[in-house]
């Protein structure tokens, strides 16, 4: 069975990177959202908590500095910057802009995951990560259970197996629906989940 150490959000504008990473990091046993840009990355935080940010300093549209600047006072979710080495100015600019660390391109991925570790053991003792939040929604893969405004709804375990995929590929629009009759649909499900969620996949 799965079972991740954290959820990564990695944000690079270039396809190939963001490939490779979200594959290194899931072999690592790490849950993967990607990004293709700043302005993306910042509508996903908007809606899940993720336990790192991994994100590219120069990408078209908003930099990976002005995305630090504008959430860090909205989030306290740890940041490691990826830069070309030519760019010592903007990785000061980014440590002082309240990013944790950063990683020089190119990078051994190993060393990656060590960064990883290191943020993480700083900031918390969890052994495994089987919570993932959105808005006012809790899904708990221990427990099997999806939390909406204290309500709880028993998930069993292969909707936990077609949950665990789904987040891991990234590719939902979450949607509330109070309906009792709603059941969660995207991609290739077939099964019904509770009626908290209306997953779809994307237009």
Not at 51 to 60: F, G, H, P, S
Not at 151 to 176: D, P, Q, R, S, V
């Amino acid at each position: 069975m799965n079972k991740f150490y954290a959820h990564i959000l990695v944000v690079d504008d270039d396809d190939g990177i963001r490939s490779l990473l979200k594959k290194f990091l899931n072999e690592n046993k790490y849950l993967v959202t990607t990004s293709n840009s700043a302005e993306n990355a910042a509508e996903k935080v908007k809606l899940i908590k993720f336990d790192i940010i991994i994100l590219d300093i120069m990408m078209k549209g908003q930099s990976g500095i002005d995305f630090t600047i504008n959430f860090r006072n909205k989030l306290n979710t740890p940041i490691i910057l990826l830069t070309a080495k030519g760019e010592p100015e903007e990785r000061i600019k980014g440590l002082e802009t309240g990013a944790d660390d950063y990683l020089a391109k190119p990078f051994e991925p190993k060393e990656l995951i060590l960064r990883i570790n290191n943020i993480l053991n700083k900031t918390k003792n969890e052994d495994l990560k089987r919570i993932i939040e959105f808005g006012s929604i809790k899904i708990d893969l221990n427990k099997l259970l999806i939390v909406k405004n204290n309500e709880e709804f028993k998930i069993n375990n292969t909707e936990k197996i077609i949950l665990e995929k789904m987040i891991n590929a990234g590719c939902w629009k979450m949607h509330y629906n109070s309906s009792a009759s709603s059941v969660v649909s995207f991609t290739r499900l077939v099964q019904p989940l509770p009626n908290v969620l209306k997953v779809e996949s994307p237009s």
